[in-house]
């Protein structure tokens, strides 16, 4: 199951950054152990109850047998047969959550998909960031290719929020345009005082396909692999 990423275009010489202003261009045989092992549990289970009482029927008057001994052991026979019982529930559980995660993963194929990282796909001359700036900051921005080398430098003066798109419509800051392929941003920032700040980075893509072979499910985004849990967002294309 195979389809493709996504993202949105801008030039090169002024990059778009919504709400920025652009500066100078810079195993099998584990189920079957337990399965004889709950089996043959219970049959001493039963063969235990047997035992006690027929002791108990038979019991010289004069000579009582020990009861507390016998109550130790049935309640601990009692307590092993619930915890079996127990186990079975807790896998029937996990097998229900593995479904539904299988079915929730299928839902996303086809929809964009906003994940933590800092690299995605240039296609038909457009590649797509989201950046969270937590404080109004001069951002240092630089994207590399799949072999490292250096395509694009820029610097520009970003609002605090979260959700900044950056889109690269694949341009050097030469006017070269780079061929589609996979690239990676890597962004800095400083404050009006100067002090760093941190900032983290998004991608977006469409889900392409699944992976159910993998437990929990595995979502494919711009050629690299997700859980569900590692989605930010979702969206119809």
Sequence with gaps: MTTAATAAGANAASPVVSGTTPQTSSSSSGSSLTSNTSTTLAGNFQTFLTLLTTQLQNQNPLDPLDTNQFTQQLVQFASVEQQLKTNDQLTTLVSLQQTAQSTQALGFVGKTAVVDGSTTALKSSSATWELSVPKNSNVNISITNST????????YEVKA??????????????GTQWPDGKYTLTATAADTAGNSVAISTRIQGVVSSVDLTQSPPLLSINGQTYTVNQIKSIAAS
């Design 148 to 155: 490292g080398q250096t395509v694009f430098n820029g610097s």
């Design 161 to 174: 929020g979260n959700n900044k798109v950056f889109t690269w419509d694949g341009k050097g800051n030469d």
